[in-house]
């Protein structure tokens, strides 16, 4: 008879976490450092801090309207859909041949010749932002039924990697000579642009002039930008709380098959989420491409990759977060921009993105997951 050992077992020791607070040092070194280099700039210039800040908001609240997509998507079918940034990009083009190409801008003063010059420019302007609207709408809704539909039940990675390969061919399709071009392009905008500066009160800049010293500039393109991107967050608030469709959408992005038994058409629900994230998208692209005034097909990338960082640093999957994570990207990478270099921008972005994911991987407003029963 096999003779039985009174020793206790051996204790294996699973690796402890325990060095989890080197990393915690690290990166609250890395924020102290920079706190330390914001507060020491505000110091030294709070005019330049200031007019940093103000570069920081436009840049954030453009990307707060793409990364509101990104976030619709995920908190629906949970995919991340990396085609979004093109879809934007789409956007700014679309704008680019309504304006040079049509003159759709000018239609007002064509249909009705008495009409005031700046009615004119403002109805002008929103008939080609709806227009780019319009078009992202039908291009996100198309591709969702071509290509992500048919993977609805399939693994995740497979969807995922067909995001990727719709934004591929997005990119390289629209660089064909027939298309769009692979060149930067120069845009025209649809209207003026009308600068102001802050100096013992706000004062118009002569056209041809430069501002005084110590004085902080700002557009009439920022005041659209503001306006526009905070009138969406305020649109979609109101669709998601207090509509039967945004009833449908959260109903659908907590559990589909309930959602199905209770008479929710989840397929037309995912597409007009698609369609949502698409028009503000469009609407990101022709106001990116007014302020920057220039075009080319890879315009989508970075924007649309710091916008997802941006919807991961609020908290994916929550619209407030992807707002308030958008805004601090702008900040971030106005701020780096400003203080540090140029090319360190992209690189202070995806550190924002790797920290949030060590620190709190559900982001700002993000809420962890509950383990079911």
Not at 226 to 248: D, M, N, P, Y
Request: aromatic share 12%; with cysteine; proline share 5%.
């Amino acid at each position: 008879m096999q003779k039985v050992s009174s020793q206790p077992s051996p204790v294996i020791h699973e690796p402890k976490a325990s060095l989890a607070w080197i990393g915690q040092l690290f990166l609250v070194a890395v924020a102290l450092l920079a706190l330390y280099l914001v507060v020491s700039n505000l110091i030294k210039n709070p005019i330049l801090f200031t007019q940093f800040v103000v570069s920081g908001l436009q840049l954030g609240f453009v990307y707060a309207m793409i990364a509101l997509g990104y976030t619709m998507v995920y908190g629906i079918v949970k995919l991340i859909n990396f085609a979004h940034g093109d879809v934007f990009m789409v956007g700014a083009f679309v704008s680019f041949y309504a304006v040079s190409r049509f003159n759709l801008h000018k239609w007002p003063e064509t249909a009705f010749p008495g009409i005031s010059e700046g009615l004119a420019v403002v109805i002008g302007s929103i008939t080609v932002m709806l227009l780019s609207m319009i078009v992202c709408v039908m291009m996100a809704v198309t591709i969702e039924r071509v290509a992500y539909k048919p993977l609805r039940d399939a693994p995740r990675i497979a969807a995922l990697i067909t995001a990727i390969g719709v934004s591929f061919f997005l990119e390289f399709f629209g660089a064909l000579n027939f298309v769009f071009s692979p060149r930067f392009i120069p845009y025209d905008r649809p209207f003026e642009v009308v600068a102001w500066y802050i100096k013992d009160g706000i004062h118009r800049i002569t056209e041809g002039q430069a501002p005084p010293d110590n004085s902080v500039t700002f557009s009439n393109i920022f005041i659209i930008i503001v306006l526009a991107s905070i009138l969406v967050q305020f649109f979609l608030q109101f669709l998601v709380r207090s509509t039967k469709i945004g009833i449908a959408m959260r109903a659908t992005s907590f559990d589909k098959p309930a959602a199905r038994l209770m008479g929710i058409e989840v397929d037309r629900v995912i597409s007009f989420t698609f369609a949502v994230g698409a028009a503000f998208a469009g609407l990101g692209g022709v106001l990116y491409a007014i302020a920057y005034s220039s075009i080319y097909t890879q315009l989508g990338i970075l924007p649309g990759l710091k916008a997802f960082v941006a919807a991961v640093l609020g908290g994916i999957g929550s619209i407030p977060g992807a707002f308030v994570g958008a805004l601090i990207m702008g900040q971030a990478e106005a701020l780096t921009m400003g203080y540090i270099s140029t090319p360190m921008r992209d690189a202070v972005a995806f550190t924002i993105l790797i920290i949030v994911l060590l620190v709190r991987p559900t982001g700002i407003f993000g809420e962890p997951e509950k383990e079911k029963a």
